[in-house]
């Protein structure tokens, strides 16, 4: 008989088995490493019996889901996640409401359950499951598409809808009027933790890290960005909130540090880890004795209370602008009950809201939802409308590798590509849009189908062989993205960066990179020196008064990198000047912090004006 030390170490022993050798082998089926952790854990514990706690697992290893959040913060900067607030509050707050509601109807109008436990688990299997969502969006490469985007949305407000859900179970328990309760003292507590880590996190962090790596001690980096998170998750879980809520501001908060990468390196081994443990958990968390005893029940619970949630958030992701395939994926990858099921379902027994049966049937439903997730994402690809395929383009990099890759070819690549070409350069050029691809092959050019966001796609155009990567997409949002994935992985290519406006020339020289142009800058001056010469002003003083434009201009850039936006205003010009003969100097200009000590002629030279 093992003792309990050596019986921990086989029951590790073990899992590490059921993922190495299941993970892999449902993989290349095909059927994805998530439903792959399930069956190892359906079949070391309810089925071998090799492990019989498989509840204490699954709390230990929701540590996987609260490094997941940390990971996908530290992805959000709070500017993207601004501008998913509509998404969030929206769709997400529509989709727990309306589910949730039509879930308790159809429990009260089948007389399942008394109002106050049918609220509670119609509301519980609104929730769908974070870790698997997003695990599979990761898998696919799909989390920053259109529908991994608003999948994430209506998660967050999920996890966020906990809160509330928890608080409600105490109010509705039997003898509830009778206990005591400070919701304000509760609520205040939560605002306080939730603050501390905003605190921290703009303040505290980036020193910490900043002097961590100065002493060079990896391993302390390590154990940092481990200690930042679980801290975090800690604080959120004592002020009554969800810990993987607490990770995820954390990740926030640190999404525009200098030290995100490293963190992100730093998490993600433990986050693979304790992800699959996770889903293994679940799988040893199966009562196949309820299962046996309620399988008819069970089985036509599934694919009910999916089939409702799949159409709400069908139809509201449709109301919500998203096209019919969008629509189509989001609703399909979210039918499943959620991790943060257990935990309610589990309180509500606690409180004497449901028997202990009914609990360990909705885990079972809710579990079940869970591990047939892959397979509905399988079948939500047959629902996809034919006339999108059109849309599409196989991504086929043959012949692709040269000494410039471009990524995006609209009107601004398309010119920059002609002085290229002319040059005697070949260019390996990348963009999203199938009918740009088609029109700009009609013309003999050579370009590529692919998403110019995605590691993969570079590597697979050649960027290893770019001597230049010349981004020239329109969204600047797109840009950013690019570029930060390129300086991180790449750090040696130069960059050479269309930019948007002038905040974005500035944001981009901030981030280092080798040259930006803004996409109209200049167009107007070309336009402006034309219509002086037809004005009557000389070509000649026409072309100097456009390089003095285009001086002041850099002259104002520098201004505002140093001192903010308001700067350099006295070098714009807003009236009009007399104009002066421009004499060329007889000497180079220089800055007058350069010869502070030299003097200053009596009778300086005309120069054009500055």
Known sequence: MLSQSGNLYFQALALLAGAIIAAPLFKRLGLGTVLGYLAAGLLIGPLANLITD???????????????????????????????????????AAQVIITGSLLTGLILALSLMN????????????????????????????????????????????????????????????????????????????????????????????????????????????????????????????????????????????????????????????????????????????????????????????????????????????????????????????????????????????????????????????????????????????????????????????????????????????????????????VTVIDASADRIRAASKFGFRIYFGDGTRKEVLEAAGIRRAKIVAVTTHKKETTNQIVEMIQAEYPDIKLFVRSYDRVHTLKLRARGVHYELRETFESGLVFGRRALEELGVTEELAYEIMQDIRQRDEDRLHLQAAEGLSAGNDLLLTRPVTPEPLVKPTREAQRIDTVLDEEIDAKPVPTPAE
């Open 115 to 426: 109002w106050q436990a049918a609220l509670i688990t119609g509301f519980g299997l609104a929730l769908s499951s974070t870790a698997f969502a997003m695990q599979i969006l990761e898998e696919r490469g799909e989390t920053t598409m259109p529908h991994g985007q608003t999948s994430f949305a209506i998660l967050l407000f999920q996890d966020l809808a906990i809160v509330p859900l928890l608080a409600m179970i105490p109010v509705l328990a039997p003898g509830s009027a009778t206990r005591e309760a400070d919701p304000l003292g509760k609520f205040l507590i939560a605002v306080i933790c939730v603050g501390a880590i905003i605190a921290v996190g703009r303040y505290l962090l980036n020193p910490l890290f900043r002097f961590i790596a100065n002493t060079g001690a990896r391993e302390v980096m390590i154990a940092a960005a481990l200690f930042v998170v679980l801290g975090a998750a800690t604080l959120m879980q004592f002020a009554g909130l969800s810990m993987a809520m607490g990770a995820f501001i954390a990740g926030v908060l640190l999404a525009e540090s200098s030290y995100r990468h490293e963190l992100e390196a730093d998490i993600e081994p433990f986050r693979g880890v304790f992800l699959g443990l996770f889903f293994m958990a679940v799988g040893l968390s199966l009562d196949l004795d309820v299962i046996l005893q309620n399988w008819q029940a069970i089985l036509l619970a599934v694919p009910a209370f999916m089939a409702i949630k799949a159409f709400v958030v069908y139809v509201l992701a449709r109301l919500f602008r998203n096209n019919h395939n969008d629509a189509i994926r989001v609703a399909f990858f979210l039918p499943q009950g959620g991790e943060f099921g257990f935990v309610l379902f589990s309180a509500a027994a606690a409180a004497g809201l449901m028997t202990d049966s009914s609990a360990s049937e909705l885990v079972a439903v809710t579990t079940l939802s869970m591990a047939v997730m892959p397979l509905s994402v399988a079948l939500g690809n047959r629902f996809l409308v034919d006339h999108n395929k059109k849309d599409e383009i196989d991504e086929d990099f043959d012949g692709a590798g040269a000494d410039v890759m471009m990524i995006g070819f609209s009107r601004y690549g398309q010119i920059a590509a002609q002085i290229l070409l002319a040059g005697g350069s070949d």
């Open 54 to 92: 498989g509840e204490q697992v699954l709390h230990f290893s929701e540590l996987g889901v609260v490094f997941l959040l940390f990971v996908i913060g530290l992805e959000l900067k709070p500017s993207r996640l601004w501008t998913l607030r509509h998404a969030i509050f929206g769709l997400g």
